[in-house]
């Protein structure tokens, strides 16, 4: 099998190669954190799991961990196999064939780029209600929108290393003032640090409370898988991805646990205050110690920016690597002669995103933070259907290619354990009976994945060498030339 792998990857052009051990492990992680945005995942979906859980809300983030470390298993082995800026297009690719593969290109592109422009809609009007609020002049979402989205395709044309290092700064600012934050709401309120959040006896409703949040819980991980994009860049991704992979969900599910205990304890354990706030974090910030809530607002920004970048840097790749191999057009997979960068795919991803958010804003009449709500669940459906089907393909791979590797446990038990977890979440996007648009967002989803699997049943049909070329850039050239 690898001198297989070998035999296709010498045929590349080493002009159609990102450049090779760039980022080292500390870099992707961090990337990664960054990608997730905890400030802004967590500042706008942390009351919904509240008001669907109760004081023991926490539970529903460790339970929301616990299913990710489940894909995590299965991204981390398919990197250990074939580490591949494509990502989870050539992991089905390799294990269902090409027509798979080239439609999960299109239907996980859908996806992300509906879930990223809930990061550019977000960006705007946070930034410019900070400006508005701390520095009393006004300036338009919309304009904020354009100059933060420009200001990040030019930073991450202009070199991986150079991106990632702005993105842990950003990262690094925004987990700093939160841990400020979280620490200033418990000593505001000593008396009621207890081990309430923690306890079953808090979940209201039990199980079915545990459930309402829990698709919010996981869509709070979702860019948790992004260092896999990053394998070409990364410095032995054999190894390194695997360990960011774990690393990041763990550091980011901790994170997130810490975040909802303090803020909890902002609101003296108090489950109907803590419901009814919008923003609790912020509010609870803002009644322990109101002269530093200018803090929760960077916060924000930094989350913002950081995310942003994050995201075009990884996601944007999946897109440069389908147009390099021949599931999407050719021009997505061209690499900027001087920085080496997927410039063409960044720059397609980021402005079909700015584009979306500014028709439904300015013409469509949707506010940013409506818009926010509902791209972001329309954009997830996508992504968890992808992520049930990376882990029904590991088996089939495994089973196909590396049969004398076989781990029961890893390659099996634990991939098909995380398929059926993953049925909650997306029952809680697509279950009936819900209001509008949500209610059409089912059906949305529906098409875009039949118009996606006839795209990848024509496409290799009429591109008979496709299947060969997926997979054919795999991150480690040097290993498979041994």
């Keep these: 099998m690898l001198a297989r792998e070998a035999e296709i990857n010498a045929k590349v052009g080493e002009e159609m190669r990102l450049r090779q051990n760039t980022l080292s492990p500390s870099h992707i992680v961090v990337s990664t954190l960054a990608t997730i945005a905890p400030a802004m ?51 089905t690719g390799k294990a269902f064939g090409p027509s798979v593969g080239a439609g999960v290109s299109v239907f996980l592109i859908f996806g992300y780029i509906v879930s990223a422009s809930t990061v550019v809609s977000v960006a705007g009007v946070w930034i410019a209600e900070t400006i508005k609020m701390f520095l009393g002049f006004s300036i338009h979402w919309s304009f904020v929108t354009v100059l933060i989205s420009f200001a990040t395709g030019w930073l991450v044309m202009r070199g991986v290393a150079l991106s990632t290092f702005w993105s842990g700064v950003f990262f690094y600012f925004e987990a700093g003032l939160l841990v400020i934050g979280s620490i200033l709401m418990m000593l505001a309120h000593p008396r009621f640090l207890t081990v309430a959040p923690f306890q079953y006896s808090n979940l209201v409703g039990g199980l079915a409370g545990l459930g309402t949040g829990f698709p919010l819980a996981v869509y709070l991980f979702i ?40 803020t909890a304890a902002g609101f003296k354990m108090d489950a109907h205050a803590l419901g009814g706030s919008q923003l609790p974090f912020i509010d609870g910030l803002k009644a322990a110690a109101p002269r530093l809530l200018v803090l929760a607002y960077i916060a924000g920004v930094t989350s913002i920016l950081g995310s942003l970048i994050g995201l075009v840097n990884s996601q944007a790749r999946i897109l440069f690597n389908s147009g390099r191999e021949g599931l999407l057009p050719e021009f997505l997979g061209k690499i900027h002669p001087q920085h080496q960068t997927p410039h063409s795919a960044m720059w397609v991803f980021l402005l079909i995103a700015v584009s979306l958010v500014l028709g439904f804003g300015l013409l469509g009449g949707v506010a940013p ?8 669940t329309l954009g997830g459906i996508p992504i968890i259907l992808t992520y049930m ?28 354990v995380g398929a059926s977890i993953m049925i909650l979440p997306l029952w809680g996007l697509i279950q009936p009976g819900q209001p509008w648009p949500f209610n059409v967002f089912p059906w949305i989803a529906l098409m875009i994945l039949v118009l996606s699997a006839i795209y990848g049943m024509v496409i290799s049909r009429i591109s008979p060498g496709l299947a060969a070329r997926i997979g054919a850039y795999v991150a480690d050239q040097s290993y498979l030339s041994e």
Excluded at 391 to 410: D, G, K, T
Aim: no cysteine; glycine share 8%; hydrophobic share 50%.
């Design 223 to 262: 860019g948790w898988e992004n260092s896999a994009s990053l394998a070409e860049e990364t410095e032995n991704p054999r190894r390194n991805i695997p360990r960011a992979l774990l690393t990041g969900t763990l550091a980011i599910g901790i994170f997130y646990i810490f975040l909802a205990y303090a």
């Design 389 to 416: 089907l990376t882990n029904l393909a590991l088996p089939i791979y495994v089973f196909r290619h590396r049969r004398s590797e076989l781990n029961i446990f890893r390659h099996i038990l634990l991939p098909v």
């Design 369 to 376: 933070m409506e818009y926010f709500g509902f791209a972001g």
């Design 41 to 91: 995942s967590f500042f706008f979906g942390f009351a919904v799991i509240v008001r669907g859980a109760g004081l023991a809300a926490p539970l529903t983030i460790v339970t929301a961990m616990v299913v990710i470390l489940f894909l995590t298993n299965t991204i981390a082995e398919f990197s250990r196999f074939t580490p591949s800026t494509g990502s989870f297009v050539t992991f």
